[in-house]
């Protein structure tokens, strides 16, 4: 039978599974593109941390994902993010089965043990369990959160991807993106299946112009370049773009004010939406 072409056989990564790294601005970088939106500082601030916890649990119910490894320096949202690990994750997205059970209310109130860094929060979850270390079936341990060390956002990407190559070096590595509130965790299994395919690859925004997701296979280097056109950087860096549909949830990032009013009417994860239901109408 004829190869696909730009799409390699899988057999050997059919049952390829992931670490996803999740990078989350501190409190006082939190949406800034924001700041025309008629919200206050700790609204905006609530809103992108809403974005994030949405984006990880979505990320934590797919079935081929072994952990997610939060690069943060703000320690509210590291405790918000690891708090995760103690809500029930009963698989699917939005369109299996995913409820509000899982919501902020438990991911906060496990967070409220944690009120400082220093970080790695969540060392030690890989003391034991084979080649993947501890797996999800052994331990609900699933979010690691490791510091930021400043030093921008590529370099914060970078420090996590090292973590999560030491931590389970045999299974690939992705990079999603925290602004991603209405995503369905169907979007991601079928992303990560389509990457399975290729040594590296990405997944453009709705736009075309940015990235909302970056992966490689095992042993396959992986640079970040996020940032402003950054799907044009990492095509040109060897990626191959994902042929995944425009109306996937993978690709509808929120970084502006016209974007939380596209996706306002849309399928939002539970956080999100609790808090977008106490803005008025006229905000948006």
Known sequence: MPRRAGREPVTAFAALRWVVVVPVKGSNESKSRLASFPLSVAERRDL??????????????????LAVVIVTNDPASAAALA????????GGGKGSGRDAES???????????????PLPLRAGAR???????????ESPLR????PDAGSGLNAAIADGLRFARGSWPAAG??????????????????????????PRSFVADADGTG?????????????????????????????????????SSLRRDVDTPADVAAVASGALGPRTAELLGRVTDAAL
């Open 211 to 247: 990235t909302t997701t970056i992966a490689a296979r095992p042993g396959e280097p992986l640079r970040p370049l996020f940032g402003g056109a950054s799907a044009a950087r990492h095509s040109a860096a060897g990626l191959v773009p994902l042929d995944v549909p425009l109306t």
């Open 127 to 137: 003391d034991a369990g084979g080649a993947f270390g501890r797996g999800a079936e």
């Open 48 to 65: 992108a941390l809403a974005f994030a916890l949405d984006t990880v649990d979505a990320i934590l119910r797919a079935p081929d994902v």
């Open 143 to 146: 979010v690691e959160v490791i």
């Open 173 to 198: 590595v992705a990079v999603m993106t925290a602004d991603l509130p209405t995503l369905d965790t169907a979007d991601v299994v079928d992303a990560l299946g389509r990457a399975a395919g290729h």
């Open 103 to 117: 919501g902020s209310a438990k991911a906060l109130g496990r967070g409220a043990v944690i009120d400082a860094i």
């Open 83 to 90: 708090g995760l690990d103690a809500a029930p994750v009963r």
